[in-house]
């Protein structure tokens, strides 16, 4: 498994998911800093957490949907997967070896995030609803309750095509997951989990709107998203495995 990890890693080296690593972030932080700055003094000190908010939101399913459906394209064009029939290895730890590696990849784009973060904290006056240490924080349970959509989208890739897997992993969230996110069951909808954690970890709301001052934070709903997230991760690796096993032999 460590070598497929580290060949598939050496693989999109020189390949558009490498450079993309470095790209999202930037845009990320870029568009929330024009869209701040518009907003006055006020507006702009609250940068920080309107990144971090539009990151759970949109750009870590963009990500995600990216990183992974590149990952199936890349390797079908170039060999239809035949390079793991020839070596005989246990398919199932080839397809652990892609997930791991897609999400090392969305894990260190998200500390390239937390970085830009840290060192516009330097010259602008945020963030100024949270601590810096929250905003991390923030950041890693985006990641952690988002890994669920990593053996998804490898899984949906294969049986659709790249633009199909990003369109739904890229909507759902933004038109359902916002939707279903004001009812009482939003933990009935996956896309939901790292929504939902947004509220009481940047005290803005979905929309971007920061939260009054007589909120009261619902930390419940931080564990029930990780607890959910991390337990549907593990479930769709092992059929994400099985259905890679099936599909490529």
Do not use: H
């Amino acid at each position: 498994m460590k070598q497929v990890f580290l060949s598939n890693l050496i693989k999109i080296k020189n390949t558009s998911i490498f450079r993309l690593i470095f790209i999202f972030p930037f845009i990320c932080v870029i568009l929330s800093l024009l869209f701040s700055s518009l907003g006055g003094k006020e507006v702009l000190s609250l940068t920080a957490e309107t990144t971090v908010n539009q990151w759970g939101v949109i750009w870590i399913n963009v990500i995600i949907a990216v990183n992974s459906a590149l990952l199936n394209k890349l390797e079908l064009d170039s060999n239809k997967y035949s390079v793991y029939l020839s070596r005989n290895v246990n398919l199932k730890k080839v397809e652990y070896a892609r997930i791991i590696l897609v999400a090392f990849l969305n894990l260190i784009i998200s500390m390239i995030l937390s970085l830009i973060l840290i060192l516009m904290g330097l010259i602008l006056p945020t963030p100024s609803l949270i601590s810096i240490c929250r905003m991390l924080l923030t950041i890693l349970l985006i990641w952690l309750t988002t890994l669920w959509q990593i053996p998804f989208i490898l899984w949906l890739s294969r049986k659709t095509n790249l633009y199909f897997a990003m369109i739904i992993n890229t909507l759902s969230p933004l038109i359902i997951g916002t939707s279903f996110s004001l009812l009482d069951t939003w933990y009935l909808f996956p896309y939901d989990w790292s929504l939902k954690l947004l509220e009481p970890m940047t005290k803005m709301r979905i929309n971007g709107i920061p939260i009054g001052s007589e909120y009261i934070p619902d930390y419940s709903m931080i564990f029930v998203s990780f607890f959910l997230g991390i337990t549907f991760f593990i479930l769709l690796v092992e059929l994400s495995a099985i259905s890679f096993k099936r599909q490529v032999k």
